[in-house]
């Protein structure tokens, strides 16, 4: 039975029937692989391609930000000036408010919110963690921004009453003033920081830039506003001169601040 059994399945092994049979096996096997790894590759593709369109939809929701850097970097010299000069009227036994007149409440800018948190988990996933940390250094100088504009117009909100215009500052405000000015230097230094954070990345990033945008901030009235509306060339010269693009001289203390970048 068994030496029977054993012919049959010699006879039946020589036989090209079973050896297509195996052929066959072989193909539906490599065919159903091939298939699994093109259905992977294109959904590994389909996903990349879904990154690089939040990757690119980040970098263009990033321009007012980016505009807001360039601005605030162009306005840091006449900020640290006004804040010097707010300084030495308060540090007067009475309040001096003759050379005032041009407190006011800094120009606002809006900005959007580049949407970076709802696509960190597919940056993350086809990028990399390496690459997410540009994108979270960009939220973290977003945030700052929005944080620092903030505080920096309520401090001159409040520092405004010193304007001649507003009529004699009662010395009974003297100590609010005193924490207005302190409010305002600290947040003049987190936009000045935070903005060449922001200013460097999305850049890297290629987020675009307008001119007129910055152009129609320039024509602003508001404090130092006017400043955005120089180039880096007319501000590098100036400064040069310790003056400001306008031709204002700009206070010693300020020159020191900005040559030492203790700001």
Not at 194 to 220: K, L, Y
């Amino acid at each position: 039975m068994i030496a029977a059994l054993k012919n049959s399945w010699k006879r039946l092994s020589k036989s090209q029937t079973v050896k297509l049979l195996f052929l066959e096996f072989i193909v539906v096997v490599a065919g159903v692989l091939v298939a699994q790894l093109l259905q992977s590759w294109l959904a590994d593709r389909e996903e990349r391609a879904r990154a690089m369109t939040q990757a690119q939809g980040i970098a263009m929701s990033l321009h007012n930000s980016a505009e807001l850097a360039v601005i605030r970097q162009r306005m840091g010299p006449c900020m640290l000036d006004r804040l010097e000069r707010v300084t030495d009227a308060l540090a007067t036994e009475t309040i001096d408010q003759s050379s005032l007149g041009w407190v006011r409440v800094p120009e606002q800018n809006i900005m959007d919110n580049p949407g970076i948190d709802a696509a960190r988990p597919l940056i993350t996933k086809v990028f990399g963690a390496e690459q997410m940390m540009t994108f979270s250094l960009i939220e973290f100088a977003f945030d700052k921004l929005y944080e620092g504009q903030d505080a920096e117009l309520a401090a001159w909100d409040r520092l405004s009453i010193l304007n001649p215009a507003n009529g004699p500052v009662s010395e009974s405000v003297r100590g609010d003033l005193q924490l207005a000015l302190a409010d305002a230097r600290q947040a003049n230094r987190l936009m000045w920081e935070v903005s060449g954070i922001m200013r460097a990345q999305s850049g890297a990033m290629g987020t675009p830039v307008h001119d007129n945008t910055i152009s129609q901030f320039a024509s602003s009235p508001k404090l130092c506003a006017q400043m955005a509306g120089y180039s880096e060339a007319e501000h590098a010269a100036a400064l040069e001169q310790g003056e400001l693009p306008d031709g204002t001289a700009i206070h010693p203390r300020a020159l020191k601040r900005i040559a030492t970048r203790i700001y």
